[in-house]
């Protein structure tokens, strides 16, 4: 199995400043055949399903704030939030489909300061 | 807008079998894979299998020996059997579509919190 392994666990961000999570995959997620990474990211607030954010590592899920973007490749990304919203107080999920069983991070809660 | 909607017992005794189903409101069941990924209380997300419009599926080895996921596409449905659970089966269990073709979890179920208890 891939193990996706997310930094920190959690973090408090002032609203207006940016906010950086990070997941690490055990081997990489980049497939050579379409040179797109397996990697997704998802907020999840309590009491609901978790909503998809970021997609192929980096493509917005349509409706999502610009705000929210993700970059890397391999077996390192990031998931950036620019400017901290109220709103954005949730935990945020990566998790890649590169092989199954399909697999998560642990999650990061993220709070404000 | 496509919705997906999910029932099942929400109380079970240990050795019982899980059974959920969820169905897909207002839009296509075929071209996508259709998913399960239970969440324990306080933990994350584990997924525990998918399955197509033709019936082919895929399971987590963590539980492959006690799942079954199957399909009813004149209803637009795809249900989830769990057998011999115990409390460590206590967990919101959601159904999701993975769009693209992918596992890509674009559209969830509300889910169903299943507690198994004697």
């Known amino acids: 199995d891939i193990v996706m392994t997310q930094s920190p666990d959690s973090l408090a961000v002032s609203l207006g400043e940016r906010a950086t999570i990070n997941c690490k995959s055990s081997q990489s997620v980049l497939h050579s055949s379409n040179n797109k990474n397996y990697l997704t990211w998802y907020q999840q607030k309590p009491g609901q399903p978790p909503k998809l954010l970021i997609y192929w590592a980096s493509t917005r899920e349509s409706g999502v704030p610009d705000r929210f973007s993700g970059s890397g490749s391999g077996t390192d990304f990031t998931l950036t939030i620019s400017s901290l919203q109220a709103e954005d107080v949730a935990v945020y999920y990566c998790q890649q489909h590169f092989s199954s069983p399909i697999t998560f991070g642990q999650g990061t809660r993220l709070e404000i300061k | 807008q496509v919705q997906l909607q999910q029932w099942g017992a929400g109380l079970l005794k240990p050795s019982e079998t899980l059974s959920l189903t969820c169905a897909v409101h207002?839009?296509?069941?075929?071209?996508?894979?259709w998913s399960w990924i239970r969440q324990s209380p306080g933990k994350g997300l584990e997924w525990i299998g998918r399955i197509t419009h033709s019936e082919s599926t895929d399971y987590n080895p963590s539980l492959k020996s006690r799942v079954t996921i199957s399909v009813d596409t004149s209803k637009n449905q795809f249900s989830l059997k769990l057998s011999s659970v115990s409390a460590a089966d206590t967990a919101v269990y959601y159904c999701?579509?993975?769009?693209?073709?992918?596992?890509?979890?674009?559209?969830w179920g509300q889910g169903t919190m299943v507690t198994v208890s004697s």
């Open positions: 207002g839009g296509s069941f075929s071209g996508f894979l």
């Open positions: 999701a579509r993975g769009r693209e073709g992918r596992n890509i979890f674009g559209i």
